[in-house]
């Protein structure tokens, strides 16, 4: 016992700075401590030398965690094993929210697909939530100031939502939803503005963004109507392995899309909002 606890202490002052340094931002901004810890104990127990595994798996309350040692040794190779990891789930499962990472050496794949759980709606109330309200009020005054008219990737100011929209359409999504978009208020704009194009509808609306954060990188953004989570993915990461495209990130969350009052017609499932960082 004392052999292998020394054994998992020398890995784990291997394994936590190169986790540190190699997990992108969003990872840490978007996981809560807790999980992270077992993450870490997970893969300092995977990097055992000599230990040869390439995929590990974690269940943890309905939260679904794939482990995948090298993940960019085959290209194209994290599309198809995103698709079989999302077919393994219960097939009774919905999913709730997916997030999807990549270590910058392409060494580790993390994806987290959690599939229980109740989430609370974004209320603008409370110091917390009203900070979250302030940061998309400020950037919406410096769209409507022209401070990004010359800069790509911002919306234009016309089309601004006023604070009353605004306010509305915060109050469909979810808390950890808009917590975890705040550093970047323009692609939660964004994509509010791509759920307006299609809330109400059976359509889709797509955003791309070339060289997002490196060349040969592009951001795309999907916004699908009447849509759930799981299907959705599955459709999509269909679309992306027929062209070749290899997940580095993804994100996925639902947006309410309540039915109009007086409008006849079944309620609608919500809007799946789709984020993945692609490269070929």
């Not at 999807?100 to 060494?107: F, M, P, T």
């Not at 709606?121 to 401070?147: I, P, V």
């Not at 234009?156 to 605004?166: G, I, T, Y």
């Amino acid at each position: 016992t004392a052999i292998l606890e020394q054994q998992q202490r020398e890995a784990a002052k291997k394994i936590v700075p190169w986790f540190v340094e190699q997990m992108p931002d969003a990872y840490f901004r978007q996981v809560s401590t807790e999980a992270q810890r077992r993450h870490l104990r997970a893969i300092t127990a995977f990097s055992y030398q000599g230990l040869s595994v390439p995929e590990l798996a974690l269940t943890d309350a309905g939260t679904h965690t794939f482990l995948s040692k090298s993940a960019a040794a085959t290209e194209g190779q994290s599309t198809s094993r995103l698709a079989e990891q999302l077919k393994s789930l219960p097939a009774d499962a919905s999913l709730h929210r997916v997030l999807l990472y990549q270590s910058a050496d392409g060494e580790l794949s993390l994806n987290m697909f959690e599939t229980v759980g109740s989430e609370v709606l974004f209320t603008g109330e409370g110091d917390e939530q009203q900070a979250m309200k302030q940061r998309l009020r400020d950037y919406s005054a410096e769209l409507s100031a022209g401070k990004y008219i010359d800069q790509p990737h911002h919306p234009p100011p016309s089309s601004l939502f006023s604070q009353a929209e605004l306010d509305v359409h915060l109050s469909k999504c979810t808390e950890r939803y808009i917590s975890g978009l705040l550093d970047t208020p323009r692609l939660l704009y964004q994509q509010l503005l791509l759920y307006q194009s299609v809330a109400g509808t059976e359509d889709a609306a797509v955003s791309v963004e070339h060289a997002y954060e490196e060349p040969g990188q592009t951001l795309l953004t999907v916004a699908i109507a009447n849509s759930r989570n799981r299907p959705a993915l599955q459709q999509t990461l269909s679309l992306l392995s027929m062209h070749g495209l290899e997940v580095l990130r993804a994100q996925v969350d639902s947006v309410e899309d309540p039915m109009p009052e007086g409008r006849p017609g079944l309620p609608s499932r919500g809007v799946t909002l789709l984020r993945t960082l692609v490269r070929k």
